[in-house]
């Protein structure tokens, strides 16, 4: 993969075109650590979603993560067949199923997640911790930018 350095000068100074470029590495990075464990990213994603809510519901993860329904079921029976979730009808309602994480399923999250720290250190290698924190706000506000860019009460003129 090339670094980007023969696109044109007006180009490599854009934030949408260097965002695009520190997306990609990143996604390389971490999807190649992931590897390591045998684990692809939505899997992982999924299996961090079912660890942090558990026990929830395949159509709420599916919300939560903007995956579609089909997709979110063949990762799911990934996940099961691999013995890293369990499936069990929802308590409040049984015509749904409760998706919640194994034994098995947390300890390879455990080691994913170091993984993915890992393959983030070395994408901000270059940074201080101070500028990476920094960088991870302003991240989020491009990402949010509707809750960046409320006003406060203290706005002029309110």
């Given amino acids: 993969m090339t670094d980007g350095s023969q696109a044109p000068a007006r180009i490599r100074t854009l934030p949408s075109w260097l965002l695009g470029r520190a997306a990609a590495r990143g996604h390389r990075l971490v999807a190649e650590a992931l590897a390591q464990a045998g684990l692809r990213m939505m899997h992982h994603a999924v299996l961090c979603a079912v660890a942090e809510r558990e026990p929830v519901s395949q159509a709420d ?12 079921v063949a990762i799911l029976n990934d996940l099961h067949e691999d013995g890293l979730i369990v499936r069990a009808p929802d308590p409040g309602d049984r015509r749904k199923n409760a998706v919640s994480i194994s034994e098995a399923g947390t300890r390879l999250l455990r080691r994913t997640q170091k993984l993915g720290d890992d393959a983030n250190d070395q994408l901000t290698a270059a940074l201080t911790a101070a500028e990476r924190e920094q960088l991870v706000q302003l991240l989020e506000r491009i990402v949010s930018p509707v809750e960046a860019c409320q006003p406060s009460d203290e706005t002029p003129g309110r």
């Fill in 61 to 72: 993860l599916g919300r939560s993560l903007r995956v579609d329904p089909k997709d979110m």
